[in-house]
């Protein structure tokens, strides 16, 4: 049995097969496989995906909100996990890893999101912060998000993706994109 969806058509009438999907591979290195291995909340979602267990949407939130600021390192392990779900769609993966927030889901957030699926709370690291940061788990890499509101942004914009010119609501489009990735509907 293929674990590929069905090719689409192309408009000019060829066929078009998404990549295979990508598989966990054994050993994480570099700043993944460290963040895996030094975050326990991030490791156990991990250990569940590679256990063969669905993730919740939570923990699909937690894992995107989390790599997606780690670049293409952060977006192929986010592809690999959620690979291995039955209803994973790349492209809507993709969609979502656009859409989120420059600031990384800290670890307050983490373990309230969690502790709403029933998980014990593995959350216990102590971080040495400097002033105007918060505790996430990209501490562990040594990276020290500013807190809300001090955000430095490189003048690029993010997308408008309400289409009027704002950019309300894409943390809620992101959740609804993760939930979407599970096929639940959060309405």
Same mark, same amino acid.
């Given at each position: 049995?293929?674990?590929?969806?069905?090719?689409?058509?192309?408009? =000019?009438?060829? =066929?078009?097969?998404?990549?295979?999907?990508?598989?966990? $591979?054994?050993?994480?290195?570099?700043?993944?496989?460290?963040?895996?291995? %030094?975050?326990?909340?991030?490791?156990?979602?991990?250990? %569940?995906? %590679?256990?063969?267990?669905?993730?919740?949407?939570?923990?699909?939130?937690?894992?995107?909100?989390?790599?997606?600021?780690?670049g293409e390192d952060?977006?192929?392990?986010?592809?690999?996990? !959620?690979?291995?779900? +039955?209803?994973?769609?790349?492209?809507? &993966?993709?969609?979502?890893?656009?859409? &989120?927030? $420059?600031?990384?889901?800290?670890?307050?957030?983490? +373990?309230?999101?969690?502790?709403? #699926?029933?998980?014990? #709370? !593995?959350?216990?690291?102590?971080?040495?912060? $400097?002033?105007?940061?918060?505790?996430? @788990?990209? &501490?562990?890499? #040594? +990276?020290?998000?500013?807190?809300?509101?001090?955000?430095?942004?490189?003048?690029?914009? @993010?997308?408008?993706?309400?289409?009027?010119?704002?950019?309300?609501?894409?943390? =809620?489009r992101a959740a609804?994109?993760?939930?979407?990735?599970?096929?639940?509907? %959060?309405?």
């Amino acid at each position: 049995m293929s674990t590929l969806p069905k090719p689409r058509e192309h408009r =000019s009438g060829t =066929s078009l097969r998404r990549p295979e999907r990508l598989a966990l $591979p054994r050993h994480l290195t570099g700043p993944v496989g460290e963040l895996v291995q %030094r975050c326990p909340a991030i490791g156990r979602i991990h250990a %569940r995906a %590679r256990g063969g267990k669905p993730l919740t949407a939570e923990e699909v939130h937690v894992v995107i909100q989390t790599f997606a600021g780690l670049g293409e390192d952060g977006w192929l392990f986010v592809h690999q996990l !959620l690979g291995t779900d +039955r209803g994973y769609d790349p492209d809507l &993966v993709n969609r979502t890893l656009g859409a &989120v927030s $420059p600031q990384p889901i800290g670890c307050a957030k983490i +373990r309230s999101r969690l502790r709403r #699926d029933g998980a014990p #709370d !593995l959350c216990h690291c102590v971080f040495k912060l $400097p002033p105007e940061s918060y505790a996430a @788990p990209v &501490v562990h890499l #040594d +990276r020290f998000p500013p807190a809300p509101g001090k955000v430095q942004r490189s003048g690029e914009q @993010p997308p408008d993706l309400d289409g009027d010119g704002r950019r309300h609501g894409y943390l =809620s489009r992101a959740a609804k994109a993760a939930a979407a990735l599970l096929g639940l509907n %959060r309405e």
